[in-house]
T-cell receptor, first 114, second 114 residues
């Protein structure tokens, strides 16, 4: 039982390049989330998927797209990377049956955009 | 709008002494409250949460937190700190009965010295 896994762990991009961050969970959770973590700013929600087949914008969605591929997988795509997207990206999942359920986090992807 | 404040960027404690990491929140109605811990270069790990009932919540690794509705606070405590408790701690809040997302504080770095 691996929980939430993310690939890659590290990535360096040049401005304008694109990439997809992958996330998978093996807890049969309904809801999945993408956050970014910047120093001194805590975690901010980029996009989330309340259930398979649905996605919604979070607090900072600009410059990103997501795909809920199936119940297990939720990917985050940067179409044209910018230096402002240099950050650590975390995927999380939760049961999604009520608002107080616990979110479980992956180990993160450290992205640098030059 | 929901918000969370962690008024201290850093808390320094001697090993064996009690520790407190402060958190105050602002939501409409009653909240769900969470504490997470992040060790260096790792994802967030769930410590404990308040859903309803007893205001004193016990969690992992000997941590506990007290929900105080009148002061809108949810401070994290531990009777005797360990050097291994040194990490970044995040408080998070979600309002009941809303579709609002989990909002994180900016984090408090806990440093426990031998």
């Amino acid at each position: 039982n691996a929980g939430v896994t993310q690939t890659p762990k590290f990535q360096v991009l040049k401005t304008g390049q694109s990439m997809t961050l992958q996330c998978a969970q093996d807890m049969n959770h309904n809801s999945m989330y993408w956050y970014r973590q910047d120093p001194g700013m805590g975690l901010r929600l980029i996009y989330y998927s309340a259930s398979e087949g649905t996605t919604d914008k979070g607090e900072v969605p600009n410059g990103y797209n997501v795909s809920r591929l199936n119940k297990r997988e939720f990917s985050l795509r940067l179409e044209s990377a910018a230096p402002s997207q240099t950050s650590v990206y975390f995927c999380a999942s939760s049961d999604g049956t009520f608002l107080g359920d616990t979110q479980y986090f992956g180990p993160g992807t450290r992205l640098t955009v030059l | 709008a929901q918000s969370v404040a962690q008024p201290e960027d850093q808390v320094n404690v001697a090993e064996g002494n009690p520790l407190t990491v402060k958190c105050t929140y602002s939501v409409s109605g009653n909240p769900y409250l969470f504490w997470y811990v992040q060790y260096p270069n790792r994802g967030l790990q769930f410590l404990l949460k308040y859903i309803t009932g007893d205001n004193l919540v016990k969690g992992s690794y000997g941590f506990e937190a007290e929900f105080n509705k009148s002061q809108t606070s949810f401070h994290l405590k531990k009777p005797s700190a360990l050097v291994s408790d040194s990490a970044l701690y995040f408080c998070a809040v979600r309002a009941r009965g809303s579709q609002g997302n989990l909002i994180f504080g900016k984090g408090t770095k806990l440093s426990v010295k031998p």
